[in-house]
């Protein structure tokens, strides 16, 4: 009887999987350093939870390690565990130093029903909440924005989306910034840019994403984050690169889809290439994408 060749690889990647449950959960010494001197501008993100950082972290950590931008990760809510905010808070500091990014709260506590259904249910709520980000905004004045899509199926996702384009509007005519949509929850139909991971990327995401340990301790998807970006390829080959296409020789890549805020609107912005290998420059692709929205 002949047998499957590929069955002992499966084996294989159920011993990988174990294996990675068994790795320590934080407390992992932080190599990189923050990147210091910039009072504005730089990168904000706008994680609709402790973790989203990590998970859609990829050209955030590319563009902090090659291009020199500093990083914020403003956290919009703490979860809707009350019992478990403050514990996330503080593991969302060890995670976000283990990455040498900064880290702010959007509001103490967090902000509140940062949904579609608080958007419509309690608007005084949500008029503060717009506010509360513009502030952020105008305070950083960020070059790059990355917030999650409008369908990342996820309530506070979806709500972030909103919250953060709502603030922009807010924003005076002569603010711009390139905004990044992110996914996780939901792929999205028009992603426009593959970022590929080295694997030391990979396993500093990894491991930033172990910190926030009450969370992975339920739910050990730190572990199955490569097996995500490894998908992404096979994705992005063809929503990127178009369909019937050869996908990118990447082993791991996140995809993006890239606009640009200027003079109130959102709009399409002219990516080089729609993708960003290892071997490329971070820094090189983002002077050419800062020259394309000017």
């Known amino acids: 009887m002949s047998v499957n060749p590929y069955l002992e690889w499966i084996h294989e990647c159920e011993a990988w999987l174990a294996r990675g449950k068994r790795l320590p959960l934080g407390g992992i ?44 990760d403003i956290a919009v809510t703490l979860g809707s565990k009350l019992e478990r905010r403050a514990g996330r808070w503080q593991e969302l500091c060890n995670a976000c130093a283990f990455l040498g990014w900064a880290v702010e709260c959007a509001a103490e506590g967090g902000l509140e029903k940062i949904s579609p259904k ?24 960020p070059e790059v924005v990355f917030v999650p899509h409008a369908e990342d199926w996820n309530g506070t996702h979806i709500g972030v989306h909103h919250l953060v384009i709502e603030a922009l509007a807010a924003m ?8 990044v949509e992110t996914e996780f929850w939901a792929a ?8 590929e991971s080295r694997a030391e990327d990979v396993a500093d995401l990894v491991a930033a994403t172990s910190f926030h340990v009450g969370e992975v301790e339920r739910n050990p998807y730190h572990v199955t984050l490569p097996s995500w970006m490894q998908d992404n390829v096979r994705r992005g080959g063809e929503l990127v690169g178009g369909q019937g296409g050869v996908a990118p020789d990447f082993k791991f890549c996140t995809l993006y889809r890239v606009k640009v805020w200027k003079t109130g609107t959102m709009g399409a912005v002219p990516i080089p290439g729609g993708a960003l290998s290892r071997q490329q420059s971070a820094r090189e692709w983002w002077e050419k994408v800062r020259m394309a929205v000017r």
């Open 29 to 72: 010494p932080a190599t990189a350093k923050r990147v210091e001197g910039q009072s504005t501008g730089g990168v904000l993100i706008f994680a609709p939870h402790p973790d989203d950082e990590c998970i859609f972290g990829a050209l955030p950590l590319r563009l902090a390690r090659e291009a020199g931008l500093a990083v914020t």
């Open 172 to 179: 005076p005519a002569s603010f711009s910034c390139v905004v």
């Open 188 to 195: 999205m139909d028009t992603p426009n840019l593959m970022v």
């Open 118 to 141: 608080g958007r419509t249910t309690d608007p005084a709520n949500w008029r503060n909440a717009v506010e509360v980000v513009r502030g952020c905004l105008a305070r950083h004045r």
